[in-house]
């Protein structure tokens, strides 16, 4: 998940500033995430590609509920396509339920299974590199997945710390999307 921050509107506004390198940088990610056994932005979560059916098999659970999300951005004026093996969606009823998610002003992008779902295509350009680190979390933990983000958010509110940001899986999203861009 990435949370709404208030610079968000402020990137969308501006599309011809900002979406060219993000669309660039997209298309990297896209490409290595297609590349097996090329040490990259998601690192050593790679699999080999005769184990990928059972992985999407294992992640089902959890891609359902992600395309009840795609069905909601296509009920509205929302799109839906394929990047590098995964399903994104943005726009239409789904905005709503991603306003809804989290306090202080809702999620910009969510991924659940191998769908990852935006407000617009801007969101799912930026954060497309922390999203699919979710995806290979929910292809390691299937349908644990969703019960496990919501005990490591209760853990580490019980630690006195954010529900969200100290949140194992965030800052796993977090530290690879930040040591693959340095
Ligand atoms: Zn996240």
């Known amino acids: 998940m990435a949370r709404a921050s208030p610079w968000t509107g402020a990137i ?37 590609s005769w184990l990928r059916p059972l992985v999407y098999l ?20 929302g799109r839906a396509r394929r990047v590098a093996g995964v399903i994104e969606a943005h726009g239409g009823a789904a905005v709503a339920v991603l306003e809804r998610l989290m306090p202080g002003g809702g999620a910009d992008a969510i991924a659940l299974g191998h769908v990852v779902v935006g407000r617009s295509a801007a969101s799912l350009e930026r954060h497309r ?3 699919r680190v979710h995806v290979r979390q ?5 349908p644990l997945f969703l019960p496990a983000y919501a005990v490591a958010g209760l853990v580490a509110w ?18 690879r999307t930040t040591a693959a861009a340095e």
């Open 12 to 48: 969308v506004a501006n599309p011809s500033t900002r979406s060219a390198p993000r669309a660039v940088e997209g298309a990297a990610i896209a490409a290595e995430y297609r590349t097996p056994g090329k040490p990259g932005i998601l690192g050593t979560m790679r699999t080999p």
């Open 58 to 77: 294992w992640a089902s659970p959890t891609t359902l509920l992600g395309l009840v999300m795609v069905a909601l951005a296509l009920a509205g004026r």
């Open 129 to 131: 590199a922390h999203e």
């Open 138 to 142: 929910a292809e390691r933990w299937g």
């Open 158 to 175: 019980l630690r006195g710390g954010d529900p969200y940001r100290d949140n194992r899986f965030e800052r796993e999203a977090v530290e």
